[in-house]
């Protein structure tokens, strides 16, 4: 199972900036997807989770500015991320896990919000 993910770059604070992860390969049913970011020097950190019934949630500094959607079921998830802040800049790595709770990771994308 690889998951693919796209969409990160360089970006002013205030700009925007769509993730997309798309999963391909010998998949198990996927029950969740979801975004970590890793920023220099910190322990990677759950930013926001879909679940196959469409329940979400996000880390407490992303509510409001940051939307995951996508079909779990189809094995793709997107991350909308609005009012980027310098301190959102990180490597964002998609991830997912199947019914049989085996964890899959995606290669990371760099997000760098500065002016």
């Known amino acids: 199972v690889q998951l693919q993910a796209s969409g990160g770059g360089l970006v002013h604070p205030g700009g925007s900036l769509r993730l997309s992860c798309t999963a391909s390969?010998?998949?198990?049913?996927?029950?969740?997807m979801g975004w970590y970011r890793q920023a220099p020097g910190k322990q990677r950190e759950l930013v926001a989770v879909?679940?196959?019934?469409?329940?979400?949630g996000y880390k407490d500094s992303v509510k409001g500015r940051f939307t995951i959607s996508g079909d779990v079921a189809k094995n793709t998830v997107y991350l909308q991320m609005n009012s980027l802040k310098p301190e959102d800049t990180a490597v964002y790595y998609c991830?997912?896990?199947?019914?049989?709770?085996?964890?899959?990771w995606g290669q990371g994308t760099l997000v760098t919000v500065s002016s």
């Open positions: 991830n997912a896990r199947d019914v049989s709770s085996v964890i899959y």
């Open positions: 390969g010998n998949i198990f049913s996927f029950n969740r």
């Open positions: 879909i679940t196959n019934d469409g329940s979400t």
